[in-house]
């Protein structure tokens, strides 16, 4: 059990390791089933389970953190346990005493959750096809789903599905090695190339009953389970951009050659290429910035879960998920432009970052984030209530 403060020593030691092999392991797409075993060896995993379950129940804070630090070192593997503390969440939030107490057990054990949500072909993100059918005292789970990032990799892997055709969305939480359980490995994405986001085929898959949390309801009245996932997101793409200013800036100092026209001996002392860093480091550090307000936000509207606090955890997270996608992208394509020619090198590795900044981005459109800044600064609308925001 880590509390706040080991745990993101811990994130930074581990950072440390991950980061060495981070470009080669895109360049092979190397999938990082040691590194997440270290993650899981570290207890990382099993830090926002509560303390009368026997976790550390550590602050939305310090977990925003922890993905922030092993992003900046592979965002792959910042993204791999993103769907883990999400389902911890939702467990949290929707499981029965018996269920917390044996699947809480699980992840204290080092087991990982992965994810079985979006599927491909349907009109768009929250439209779900895959169904549970009652079959004696439990029940039967089929449906295909794709973006499956972290089930590669899971002991368990919460699916997303209807009860019958139209009822209302559940939690089906089945093993990764069960009868019917297919995860196939083909995300073949630009960028984030070793998440192992693919798809999981579920062909009349048993299913307990008891293994069974209701989802739906989760959006019944003010919640803070949709600000706390995409803040999750919003602190890889944090990570992402640090990394591009500082990987840029270690190569500007080691290989860059200076343009003439500028007259220094060092293409760190171009005034050019300075003013360009100084853009690049004060957008990430606004987009820090705003991601530890929000992570500060949800902790507050935990603590006193109203319609409003709910509401100003999810405008934080809105803001803040905008401002790091736009850090992102900016730092992992400026990075050419302050490094020179040699960046665009096969061997440098540099174009991960951009690739990686582009592909994560795109799992929500920061226009609708902007779009409910907006609302609400115009007259006062909250966001919607649901998962995305």
């Known amino acids: ?70 992003s900046a070192a592979d965002p792959n593997i910042g993204q791999i346990p993103q769907s883990h503390f999400v389902y911890v969440n939702q467990l949290r939030l929707q499981g029965t005493d018996a269920q917390r107490e044996f699947l809480f057990g699980e992840v204290l054990a080092g087991k990982r959750f992965g994810n079985a949500q979006s599927e491909r072909g349907t009109r768009h993100i929250r439209e779900i096809r895959t169904t549970l059918t009652p079959d004696g005292s439990g029940w039967r789970l089929t449906g295909r789903k794709f ?115 500028a007259g220094v001996e060092r293409a760190a002392d171009d005034p050019l290429v300075v003013h360009a860093f100084g853009e690049l480091e004060l957008a990430t550090r606004a987009a820090e910035a705003l991601l530890a307000e929000a992570g500060r936000a949800v902790d507050r509207a935990n603590a006193d879960l109203t319609a409003g606090s709910a509401a100003a955890a999810s405008l934080a997270v809105a803001a803040a998920r905008a401002s790091t996608a736009r850090a992102a992208i900016e730092a992992g394509s400026r990075l050419f432009e302050v490094s020179g020619t040699r960046a665009a090198a096969g061997g440098s590795g540099l174009d991960r970052h951009w690739r990686n900044a582009r592909t994560h981005t795109l799992h929500d459109p920061v226009a609708w984030k902007i779009q409910h800044l907006g609302h609400w600064a115009v007259d006062g609308t909250p966001p919607p209530n649901h998962g995305q925001v």
């Open 147 to 261: 973006y499956a990032t972290g089930a590669l990799f899971a002991d368990w892997i919460p699916v997303l599905a209807h009860l019958g055709t139209d009822g209302p969305l559940h939690v089906a939480w089945v093993e990764r090695t069960a009868p019917g359980v297919e995860v196939i490995d083909d995300w073949d994405g630009l960028g984030q190339r070793t998440t192992g986001s693919g798809s999981v085929v579920l062909e009349d898959v048993a299913v307990d009953a008891d293994l069974i949390t209701p989802y739906a309801t989760t959006f019944d009245g003010p919640q803070t389970y949709g600000a706390f996932a995409q803040l999750l997101h919003a602190a890889i793409d944090a990570g992402i951009a640090r990394a591009a200013v500082a990987e840029a800036g270690r190569f500007v100092r080691e290989h860059s050659r200076p343009y003439p026209d």
């Open 1 to 70: 059990m880590l509390p706040a403060a080991e745990a993101i020593a811990v994130a930074a030691e581990l950072a440390a390791g991950f980061a060495d092999g981070a470009a080669e392991r895109d360049a092979g797409r190397v999938l990082p089933s040691y590194e997440l075993d270290e993650l899981s060896g570290s207890g990382l995993l099993a830090i926002t389970v509560p303390t009368r379950y026997g976790g550390a129940d550590v602050p939305v804070e310090t977990l925003v953190e922890v993905i922030r630090l092993l």
